[in-house]
Nanobody
Framework: QVQLVESGGGLVQPGESLRLSCAAS????????IGWFRQAPGKEREGVAC?????????RISYGDSVKGRFTVSRDNALVYLQMNNVKPEDAGVYYC???????????????????WGQGTTVTVSS
């Protein structure tokens, strides 16, 4: 059974940094593209960043326009990370990581292409 688990959320002040992690059980994370998505209260889910399969393609990366230049997605053998720098109040929400099985050598911010999701970790931005 595939299970994705996000961690690293918390309270952060505007301008500060936070690093989220995505771990998996039941699968080898490196075979798949992984996306980061977020959802703020009353808003639709938004694609934040994605990284393609480490094994299949050598980590192609894409970012949502609202986080370009501030967030960085990366991965190692076991985890996928989302480094959030210069956090803004509008970055608050629940952050999810998700697995993309089809064409893992490519990543996309289209959430419909992802088949397994974590429970989310909450990021709160407040001064």
């Amino acid at each position: 059974q595939v299970q994705l688990v996000e961690s690293g959320g918390g309270l952060v002040q505007p301008g500060e940094s936070l690093r989220l992690s995505c771990a998996a059980s039941g699968i080898t994370l490196g075979y798949y593209a992984i996306g980061w998505f977020r959802q703020a209260p009353g808003k639709e889910r938004e694609g934040v960043a994605c990284i393609s399969s480490r094994i299949a393609s050598g980590n192609r990366i894409s970012y949502g326009d609202s986080v370009k230049g501030r967030f960085t997605v990366s991965r190692d053998n076991a985890l996928v990370y989302l480094q959030m720098n210069n956090v803004k109040p509008e970055d608050a929400g629940v952050y999810y990581c998700a697995r993309k099985v089809v064409e893992p050598q490519f990543c996309t911010l289209d959430s419909s292409m992802y088949d397994a999701w974590g429970q989310g970790t909450t990021v709160t931005v407040s001064s």
